[in-house]
């Protein structure tokens, strides 16, 4: 599967559809806990599923690295999946041996992304990887695998701790793009109005590959607001305000915060002509679910 070419069928034909993102948990039992629960929720038909980058076993914990946790999920689910991949310290070797082990465990799409930099005091030591920015590490996939892998990119309509200038970050967008990257999955947000008209810059630059939005459902105040500080995303007055009638009440707050996402979704979906909805899931079943069925995209 090419996810590009399925979206834009989709697309064409009025069909939505969605994808889950998972986290490398760092205990083997909560690794047995995830694929129990990717199991379950592969039952509402995800189009794929995509798992985080822990590098690869240099983060060392008791869990299963990446590459285990893509192999359990294409090979033992038979589902389509997509790896993260971050470049940031990484050398030539490490990322071609996590290529290599992608390969080898039937996934068929990265998400090429350089990572978070590291603190400054250890910036210096951890930066001396053989890749700078994720269009370079597009690159270094096309190379060396040409069309097997189908390549995704980051996004951000919100800005980027490292940058706020919306210009430059679309031209860096393009300019990943243009590397040789056929998607791009954004970083998690709750203002509509504004993504859409991001996507429409984006387009204007010349952009044309699907967009992604990344969906972050809410689960408890607490959560939500630290989430939001930490991608310095804007949340809307309306929005923030109905979140905060709740924030004691974590029942009301689980409630009024499944139908803000889903009411943000319908607003993507209706006015941005956008078809595809990728779930930030933090590793949780039930809030993600509560979004679809609101949306009428799952039982």
């Not at 984006?202 to 992604?212: K, L």
């Not at 209706?270 to 069925?293: A, C, D, P, W």
Request: overall charge negative; some cysteine.
């Amino acid at each position: 599967m090419r996810v590009s070419e399925v979206l834009q069928t989709n697309l064409e034909n009025g069909q939505s559809s969605f994808s889950f993102e998972y986290f490398v948990p760092k205990t083997s039992q909560g690794a047995q806990n995830l694929y129990d629960r990717i199991e379950r929720m592969k039952d509402l038909n995800p189009l794929f599923v995509d798992v985080t980058w822990n590098a690869g076993g240099v983060m060392k914990t008791d869990g299963p690295s990446t590459t285990e946790l893509i192999s359990k999920a294409s090979n033992g689910l038979g589902m389509d999946t997509c790896m993260h991949l971050t470049c940031v310290g990484m050398s030539r070797e490490q990322i071609d041996n996590a290529l290599q082990e992608a390969y080898d465990g039937g996934c068929k799409t990265i998400l090429a992304l350089r990572g978070d930099m590291p603190p400054n005091e250890e910036k210096v030591e951890l930066t001396k990887g053989d890749f700078s920015y994720a269009r370079d590490l597009v690159k270094h996939i096309k190379e060396k695998y040409d069309d097997y892998f189908e390549i995704g990119v980051a996004g951000y309509p919100e800005g980027h701790p490292e940058e706020h200038n919306e210009e430059k970050l679309i031209a860096i967008l393009k300019d990943k793009v243009d590397s040789g990257a056929s998607f791009v999955i954004t970083q998690m947000f709750y203002d509509a109005d504004n993504f859409i008209r991001w996507v429409d810059r984006c387009r204007e630059s010349g952009i044309e590959c699907p967009i992604i939005p990344g969906i972050m459902p809410i689960t408890n105040y607490a959560s939500f607001l630290r989430r939001v500080r930490w991608c310095e995303v804007q949340v809307p007055p309306d929005f923030m305000a109905a979140m905060e009638c709740v924030k004691d009440d974590e029942a009301a707050c689980r409630e009024v915060g499944a139908e803000l996402v889903a009411d943000m979704c319908r607003t993507i979906i209706e006015r941005g002509g956008i078809r595809h909805l990728h779930f930030y899931t933090m590793n949780l079943e039930k809030s993600t679910k509560v979004v679809l069925q609101r949306l009428g995209m799952c039982l």
